[in-house]
């Protein structure tokens, strides 16, 4: 069935470094959704990209989503402990009728 | 103050007991999701509805079961048929009840022990 992986699973770094997920569907996708989880929270909704090729920033953080819509990327520059957590991309299903989540990647920071 | 509510936040309970999880939302929005969340497997689509009266099974549907009697509420039941109950259980509403894809608002979660 149709999936959505995201690679790494986990990632620690160095307060300041520079952090990068990514995300790959198996099926081309009409919009990628991005979410974060704080450590004992739920999932709250980052930010959606639809169009091929787009490019959007939040302050630090910068989604991309890829030509061919099949995979997007988040990545923050110069880390703070503040952005702990585990961040999920979610794609929709063939029939539009699902969001699927990714299994997320869970950054840890270090100061 | 609108939102999603969860209660209650810690649930424990004893083996072969049902269990019902409340969610309420104040957001008006059709479509509601309930959703498991096991350590290093994301999260994974219980049961989904797009209007009121009306529900359908998403990928791990058995063992539970939820009515969908009040757009606001869509309460979820972890019957005694579900295997390994014990998990962070999380509910979700979004805006159109047809499009599913649309952005997904989460309550806090009720984390279930089952003992």
């Known amino acids: 069935g149709q999936q959505v992986m995201q690679i790494p699973q986990y990632q620690h770094v160095q307060e300041g470094e520079d952090f990068t997920t990514y995300c790959n569907s198996s099926t081309t996708l009409s919009n990628i959704q991005w979410y974060k989880q704080r450590p004992g929270g739920h999932p709250v909704f980052l930010i959606q990209l639809v169009k091929s090729g787009e490019v959007k920033k939040q302050k630090r953080l910068t989604f991309q989503f890829g030509e061919a819509k099949k995979n997007s990327s988040l990545h923050i520059t110069a880390t703070q402990t503040t952005d702990v957590g585990t961040y999920f991309c979610?794609?929709?299903?063939?029939?539009?009728?699902?969001?699927?989540f990714g299994k997320g990647t869970t950054l840890s920071v270090s100061s | 103050d609108g939102g999603i509510t969860q209660s209650p936040k810690y649930l424990f309970r004893k083996e072969g007991q049902n269990v019902t999880l409340s969610c309420e939302q104040n957001l008006n929005h059709d479509a509601m999701y309930w959703y498991r969340q096991d350590p290093g497997q994301g999260l994974r689509l219980i049961y989904y509805s797009q209007i009121v009266n009306d529900f359908q099974k998403g990928d791990i549907a058995e063992g539970y079961s939820v009515s969908r009697e009040k757009k606001e509420s869509f309460p979820l039941t972890v019957t005694s048929a579900q295997k390994n109950p014990t998990a962070f259980y999380l509910c979700?509403?979004?805006?159109?009840?047809?499009?599913?894809?649309?952005?997904?608002?989460f309550g806090p979660g009720t984390r279930l022990t089952v003992l």
């Open positions: 979700a509403s979004s805006r159109a009840g047809i499009l599913l894809t649309d952005t997904q608002y």
């Open positions: 979610a794609g929709n299903n063939q029939a539009g009728t699902a969001l699927i």
